[in-house]
């Protein structure tokens, strides 16, 4: 009799297969109810990490404007010989490799442009692990193969290799009429790349084209900047944006502010340079109506 007894005791312990799952079922509904939250969670970090890393490169591109009459390295890579095209949503490469040679200074294998004279006037360091140049690559682009830290196709150091940074500079300011298609700025800041000289200037744009080698064409002057937005992540095509932070991007300002702006700021143009090609001369009147889009805070066109 003691032994039945124990046997029922027993099994009324067990779960049955019903009640497992159950408990599953239960289980995974809790799973599917945290992981959108746990999701929001990381990605609003990474969102707060970027912002971070945009304030950094604000305190650099002042200390640099403070030695340099207020210049400031931003602009495109684009140009090259005379004659080619500059297309000025290229613009978040902190070296290049030149086919009209390096900076004629050591370690003589690249150019640096843009953001990379940070790293070239010794602002921001370069070493093994990144430094201080983390700076230039945003969490959300982790696994990115174009524009990641250390990526298969973006492999570290900048002073040996190719690097493209996940944030975006400012190339011009002054299109007179950007709602109209083929319309160029004429003030646009391009490194050149083709077989122009070196070592670290801008070179001559007139019409979106390279116009000449020299003299060297003027930066940017942070102090005359002012309010406006000149540094972003990448802003290149949709396919960019989705892989940072999906809804919207960070922009930086040049009064050193920071801010994130919703997609709609800048979907219509993202989504009709999908048609015409955004790293085309054609394409550059969109870029410019981003950018303004971004000074004002809303859609303007």
């Not at 682009?141 to 298969?152: I, N, P, Q, T």
């Not at 004429?186 to 490194?191: A, F, K, L, P």
């Not at 009064?255 to 790293?279: H, I, L, S, Y």
Request: net charge positive; hydrophobic share 40%.
């Amino acid at each position: 009799m003691s032994r039945l007894i124990h046997r029922r005791t027993r099994s009324r312990r067990a779960f049955t297969l019903v009640e497992l799952l159950v408990v599953i079922g239960i289980i995974a509904i809790l799973i599917s109810v945290l992981l959108p939250t746990l999701s929001k969670a990381r990605e609003s970090a990474k969102r707060t990490q970027c912002l971070s890393n945009l304030r950094q490169i604000a305190v650099f591109l002042n200390m640099y404007a403070n030695v340099n009459n207020q210049q400031v390295p931003l602009g495109t890579s684009s140009g090259g010989a005379v004659g080619r095209d500059v297309a000025e949503a290229i613009s978040y490469c902190l070296t290049r490799i030149s086919s009209g040679g390096p900076d004629p200074d050591p370690p003589k294998k690249v150019r640096y442009v843009g953001l990379g004279l940070l790293m070239k006037a010794g602002y921001v360091k370069e070493d093994k692990a990144g430094g201080s140049a983390q700076i230039f690559f945003c969490p959300s682009f982790a696994g990115d193969r174009f524009h990641a830290f250390d990526a298969l196709e973006n492999t570290w150091p900048p002073s040996a290799n190719e690097i493209r940074s996940s944030y975006t500079c400012r190339a011009s300011t002054n299109d007179p009429t950007p709602q109209t298609a083929g319309s160029q700025a004429t003030d646009v800041v391009d490194w050149g790349v083709g077989n122009a000289p070196g070592p670290f200037w801008p070179l001559q744009v007139v019409g979106g084209k390279v116009a000449a080698q020299s003299p060297p064409a003027p930066m940017f002057k942070l102090n005359k900047l002012k309010s406006r937005a000149i540094v972003s992540d990448v802003i290149s095509g949709q396919d960019r944006i989705v892989v940072a932070h999906k809804r919207g991007i960070n922009v930086l300002y040049a009064n050193g502010g920071a801010r994130w702006e919703d997609e709609a700021t800048f979907k219509k143009q993202v989504t009709a340079g999908a048609t015409v090609g955004m790293f085309n001369i054609t394409a550059n009147y969109l870029v410019h109506q981003i950018w303004n889009n971004f000074d004002a805070d809303q859609q303007l066109y």
